[in-house]
């Protein structure tokens, strides 16, 4: 177990662009402002989503692609740096028209119809990733 103190910073909150990829939307809107560690959360609605599982004794996520248009119920996450850049780390709900939920950690292929972020800046030395060798993840280093 690792900690860091934070304080709370600016609060954004941002409307994703229709047809956009939702990891890039948020990226984006973290880098222009200027934020390097942040926690997110987003409702929303997707054309389609690519979802992953992260198998942990193969080291390696699974992905599954929901094509289908869905509710966003619920995207938790953060924003941190991986090799220096914005790396968005997030997990999403998604209903589907009778109500039925899917959820899973958030891949590329996710892409917006309609999308409300809200980004909490964390205020202190920036958190960055790198390579796990117990779990194969890129996890929060100095923690
Ligand atoms: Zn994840």
Not at 59 to 88: C, R, W
Not at 118 to 140: I, S
Request: charged letters at 25%.
């Amino acid at each position: 177990m690792g900690a860091r103190e934070f304080t709370r910073g600016r609060r954004v909150v941002a409307r994703l662009a229709h047809g956009g990829d939702l990891l890039e939307e948020i990226a984006a809107v973290a880098e222009e402002h200027g934020m390097r560690t942040a926690e997110l959360r987003a409702i929303g609605a997707l054309q389609a989503a690519r979802l992953a599982f992260y198998d942990q004794s193969a080291h390696e996520y699974g992905e599954f692609t929901v094509d289908a248009p869905v509710e966003l119920i619920g995207l938790l996450g953060n924003v941190s740096l991986k090799d220096g850049a914005t790396f968005v780390h997030a997990h999403a709900t998604l209903a589907g028209h009778d109500g039925a939920c899917v959820a899973g950690h958030v891949a590329p292929g996710c892409v917006v119809f309609a999308g409300e972020l809200v980004l909490q800046e964390l205020v202190g030395e920036p958190l960055e990733r790198e390579f796990d060798e117990v779990t194969g993840l890129a996890l929060w280093r100095d923690l």
